[in-house]
């Protein structure tokens, strides 16, 4: 017959297990508190939506997420695009979180915002916490392109836009274009250039309307890193949506005011 052997611990190292599992316990519990903490200072926290955050573990993790994804992306655009970048997150701040009464809205807030700034950490790791959440449908940012000089359009004339189509280059702008682009029309149009006769003869007379032309913005001061990667949109044929602000022309394609930030977003398949 075996006989059967106890370990029996002395009390001071029973004790020692004791105290190494709960503070081995604790740690566990700080780690999760460290991974949800939020962007900001709780203590310092005052409006209705900073304190809904610090009251949600869910959604002080997505703020912390946001404010280090807004903190790698702004550290790796030149100033230009980062001067928009700023702007921007600002008026998101304003305009989309904290105009939310709930936290669903708050959430979606913060994954619309959190997929789109991933779109400018190419080659940074992303981070996987989130794939317990749903996706959102907001596309990735691709580019931003900054402004340039101002144009003088007087501010009451600026209407915001979104342009979806597919790139063009465009005499070092690009042209937005849908399915029922012209492209031949386009290349007569270019080749007649100064040709008045030409152009009547080819387009009669009026305006010159080419088909599928949804709108352009210019890329005077686009980064040679930002033209590849619209560049290389425009050569898979895929398609972008460019928001920003133009200069209203009635019954005229839209082109965002050079002066004006915009923002390039990589769409899906139509």
């Known amino acids: 017959m075996l006989a059967t052997t106890k370990t029996i611990h002395p009390a001071p190292v029973r004790s020692a297990l004791r105290t190494w599992l709960l503070f081995a316990g604790m740690a566990g519990s700080t780690l999760a508190v460290a991974q949800a903490a939020p962007s900001f200072d709780c203590s310092k926290a005052r409006t209705p939506t900073e304190l809904s955050i610090c009251a949600s573990p869910q959604l002080a993790l997505l703020d912390g997420i946001l404010g280090r994804y807004y903190a790698q992306a ?3 655009l030149p100033r230009g695009q980062r001067a928009c970048l700023v702007a921007d997150q600002r008026a998101w701040l304003v305009s989309q979180r904290d105009v939310c009464d709930t936290e669903a809205c708050l959430e979606r807030a913060y994954l619309r915002r959190v997929r789109a700034l991933e779109g400018l950490l190419t080659g940074m790791a992303l981070d996987r916490r989130l794939e317990r959440f749903p996706a959102e449908g907001e596309p ?3 580019t931003i392109v900054p402004a340039g000089d101002a144009s003088g359009v007087p501010e009451d004339q600026f209407t915001e836009v979104i342009l979806d189509g597919t790139p063009l280059e465009d005499e070092g702008g690009y042209l937005l274009v849908d ?3 012209d492209l031949d ?3 007569d149009y270019l080749d007649l250039q100064g040709d008045l006769e030409g152009l009547r003869a080819r387009f009669g007379d009026g305006p010159i309307v080419i088909p599928g ?3 352009g913005f210019g890329g005077g001061t686009l980064d040679a890193r930002a033209r590849a990667a619209i560049d290389g949109v425009a050569a898979r044929g895929g398609r972008l949506r460019v928001t920003g602000r133009a200069d209203y022309v009635d019954a005229a394609p ?4 050079s002066g004006e930030c915009a923002f390039v977003y990589l769409l899906g398949p139509p």
Request: glycine letters at 16%; charged letters at 15%.
């Open 74 to 76: 702004r550290g790796s």
């Open 140 to 142: 990735p940012l691709l």
């Open 213 to 215: 032309i949804v709108g």
């Open 254 to 257: 839209h082109v965002i005011d």
């Open 185 to 187: 029309a386009w290349h």
């Open 179 to 181: 399915g029922d682009f």
